[in-house]
């Protein structure tokens, strides 16, 4: 798998949005940017994830560059509840294998 | 709701003393996997099974032991051999096939000591 470069913590506040970014500049033509998110003692959760395009769910945003060597995760207004480490993650579809890096701890500040 | 169960969440292991860790999951999932997360760390890949009574190494296999006798189940035996056990560990799965687009499911993990 690819590899991807994470700031190792940040900080933001309530009911602010939230940018994090994640360089991956050896990324493949086919390889696909997934984000999960891990809350204190518990396991990782799914956030979202694209190729291209920018892609919009429930939980957040994901913008990829043009040349795709970066994307930026978004959350659009922070709650307590979303701090936690997130993690950038490439996908090429060999295998189901996932290879996890240390992430971003985020922390929201009231 | 379907997910994925681990049990124990606590777990403690005297020297010596091979332990199971358990995960069941209902969501009809082919694969799944097994990782050794450190304090301060990411997510390391211990075993994988993408079907049943099969499965493959990851990058920690020694001194770990796994079984797929069932498609719901994936137990995670630590032997004696491992000589550094504690740890936080998670159990996963996900959908085979169209890798790319499936998402892995966690479980709560189990958090293991020696006494």
């Known amino acids: 798998d690819a590899k991807t470069t994470q700031p190792n913590s940040m900080e933001s506040n309530e009911d602010e949005p939230v940018h994090l970014p994640c360089n991956h500049s050896?990324?493949?033509?086919?390889?696909?940017i997934h984000w999960y998110r891990q809350l204190p003692s518990q396991g990782p959760e799914y956030v979202i994830h694209?190729?291209?395009s920018n892609v919009n769910n429930r939980m957040a945003s994901l913008a990829i560059a043009e040349d795709r060597k970066s994307s930026t995760l978004i959350l659009h207004r922070a709650t307590l509840r979303d701090a936690a480490v997130y993690y950038c993650?490439?996908?090429?579809?060999?295998?189901?294998?996932?290879?996890f890096g240390k992430g971003t701890r985020l922390h929201i500040l009231p | 709701d379907g997910g994925i169960t681990q049990s124990p969440k606590y777990l403690f292991r005297k020297e010596g003393q091979n332990v199971t860790l358990s995960c069941e999951q209902n969501?009809?999932?082919?694969?799944m996997y097994w990782y050794r997360q450190d304090p301060g760390q990411g997510l390391r890949l211990i075993y994988y099974?993408?079907?049943?009574?099969?499965?493959q190494k990851g990058d920690i296999a020694e001194g770990y032991s796994v079984s797929r006798e069932k498609k719901e189940s994936f137990p995670l035996t630590v032997t004696s051999a491992q000589k550094n056990p504690t740890a936080f560990y998670l159990c996963?799965?996900?959908?085979?096939?169209?890798?790319?687009?499936?998402?892995?499911?966690f479980g709560d993990g189990t958090r293991l000591s020696i006494l």
């Open positions: 996963a799965s996900s959908i085979v096939g169209d890798r790319l687009n499936q998402p892995q499911h």
């Open positions: 050896t990324i493949s033509g086919t390889d696909y």
């Open positions: 694209g190729l291209t």
């Open positions: 993650i490439l996908r090429d579809g060999r295998d189901d294998k996932i290879i």
């Open positions: 969501l009809n999932h082919d694969a």
């Open positions: 099974s993408q079907i049943v009574n099969d499965f």
